[in-house]
């Protein structure tokens, strides 16, 4: 069993639609190919109430990992750390370690003349105040740290809503972790074309094929047009201990597939191979 | 008080990062442009039980809409409304009225010489099997009906995955329900850019033009190379009872905010008028 991740996005501009979720997308498929599985993804309300609720109910379902984006930084609406807080019924306390990856930061800053000199305002100073027992990690190319969390059997990971703070810290502090929690665990996928025949035609061949094949999952796309225009993407996805087995496993049902496509009188193409 | 909304986004393919998830942003900002609140935008899996849950979750928090994408076709991997029937602990049935629709496409598809002759095969009448007192919204451009539900003082709207089939339907059923509910409520935003103040040192000033204009919400948006590059976006929104007095709050926090920027050595610049 795949270790089970959740992933909470955190901002109005999610929710009034000014923002494209793109971080969501990204992290769901790093977190894919290191074979762990996402079970849900919610976005919700700069808001300590609105982030507490969400974050207690997804404890809830006991997920190995919570990864959270967004709502970090210095301005009055970055109300992450005090909702989960709030949510773990913890307290917010200064963390002199991030203290210290703050002021290193405006260091930074000043050096490169950026600013005339580090003054600690309560601003700056609001990004090293953490729940308490929370872990600050550094933030290579932003101000904020992000933080690591854990909750009974659950690892918290929040991290900047700016894509590439996240992703960078993403890359080098949380994959050690998950790929710990993942352990041999692998993701493969493929997907092929299918011409000449309708999504309601194909529907029966899925059933067989993955009745025949329980690890593999085959997912129909229609094109965006719907089921008129007659190309119709199949994405075939298994996760297993190994990337010959993954493999191996998703060939066999490509083959199936293939074949019972052909007796319709369908053709097939193979799209990518991941 | 605005009306409430959640979105519930259903797909295997949004949890593993295949696709990017625009159909929340779109509907979103749809929603938000007539005035009602998105409070949560949830995906989850292909899977019944999942479904169900989230479904009953959300129910719980009682919104006045509850919106969910995909999962509506023909596949076995389409299990949308199945979910739904579970979590509102009603039966599947098949509608008339639905399957007239589903025919109805099927003869076009012949007319058009897609197909040779319409079949009402499993996977096609399944689109027309809806949860019981459910209704069906015509799909113009793909094959399976939307599908509208009240459950105790929520209304349900079931749409395709398809972006083009979601927001077809979406401007044709679902824009005249929202109306109704969203009265006179009017959305108003607009964006400045802010150069030479850093996140930090504006986050005051923000704190202070939103104690000001209490109805104004403020948001700051750092350039996505974070708070070195010293671009700051400030989005300000509000929701009002018509567009005047949502320009009149907007305008005068506008302009208290640009004063402070430049007592600060700072510039502004407008983006766009929402």
Same mark, same amino acid.
């Given at each position: 069993?795949?270790?089970?991740?959740?992933?909470?996005?955190?901002?109005?501009?999610?929710?009034?639609?000014?923002?494209?979720?793109?971080?969501?997308?990204? =992290?769901?498929?790093?977190?894919?190919?290191?074979?762990?599985?996402?079970?849900?993804?919610?976005?919700?309300?700069?808001?300590?109430?609105?982030?507490?609720?969400?974050?207690?109910?997804?404890?809830?379902?006991?997920?190995?990992?919570?990864?959270?984006?967004?709502?970090?930084? %210095?301005?009055?609406?970055?109300?992450?750390?005090?909702?989960?807080?709030?949510?773990?019924?913890?307290?917010?306390?200064?963390?002199?370690?991030?203290?210290?990856?703050?002021?290193?930061?405006?260091?930074?800053?000043?050096?490169? +003349?950026? =600013?005339?000199?580090?003054?600690?305002? %309560?601003?700056?100073?609001?990004?090293? #105040? =953490?729940?308490?027992?929370? +872990?600050?990690? !550094?933030?290579?190319i932003g101000t904020a740290?992000?933080?690591?969390?854990?909750?009974?059997?659950?690892?918290?990971?929040?991290?900047?809503?700016?894509?590439?703070?996240?992703?960078?810290?993403?890359?080098?502090?949380?994959?050690?972790?998950? #790929?710990?929690?993942?352990?041999?665990?692998?993701?493969?996928?493929? !997907?092929?074309?299918?011409?000449?025949?309708?999504?309601?035609?194909i529907a029966p061949m899925?059933?067989?094929?993955?009745?025949?094949?329980?690890?593999?999952?085959?997912?129909?796309?229609?094109?965006?047009?719907?089921?008129?225009?007659?190309?119709?993407?199949?994405?075939?996805?298994?996760?297993?201990?190994? =990337?010959?087995?993954?493999?191996?496993?998703?060939?066999?049902?490509?083959?199936?597939?293939?074949?019972?496509?052909?007796?319709?009188?369908?053709?097939?193409?193979?799209?990518?191979?991941?």
């Open positions: 069993m795949a270790a089970s991740v959740e992933i909470i996005c955190v901002g109005n501009e999610l929710l009034i639609g000014k923002t494209l979720n793109t971080n969501a997308q990204w =992290l769901a498929r790093r977190i894919t190919t290191f074979g762990l599985n996402v079970r849900r993804i919610t976005s919700t309300a700069d808001d300590v109430d609105e982030i507490s609720k969400v974050m207690q109910e997804t404890l809830q379902r006991k997920p190995q990992f919570v990864i959270t984006t967004g709502g970090l930084g %210095p301005t009055f609406d970055d109300k992450t750390l005090e909702g989960v807080a709030k949510g773990l019924k913890c307290k917010i306390k200064l963390s002199e370690e991030a203290l210290k990856m703050v002021e290193k930061t405006y260091s930074r800053y000043v050096e490169e +003349k950026l =600013l005339d000199k580090v003054e600690l305002t %309560p601003p700056r100073v609001k990004m090293a #105040k =953490l729940p308490e027992g929370a +872990k600050p990690l !550094s933030n290579p740290p992000a933080v690591l969390m854990e909750y009974e059997d659950t690892t918290i990971i929040a991290l900047p809503g700016v894509p590439s703070e996240m992703e960078t810290i993403f890359e080098k502090s949380v994959i050690p972790i998950l #790929k710990k929690a993942a352990g041999e665990s692998t993701f493969f996928e493929t !997907s092929i074309n299918v011409y000449g025949v309708m999504e309601s035609e899925i059933d067989q094929v993955m009745h025949d094949n329980p690890y593999v999952y085959i997912k129909s796309h229609p094109s965006r047009e719907g089921e008129k225009k007659s190309r119709l993407e199949l994405h075939l996805t298994t996760t297993a201990k190994d =990337l010959k087995l993954a493999r191996n496993r998703v060939g066999k049902a490509l083959i199936e597939i293939t074949e019972l496509v052909q007796q319709k009188g369908g053709k097939t193409k193979l799209v990518k191979e991941g």
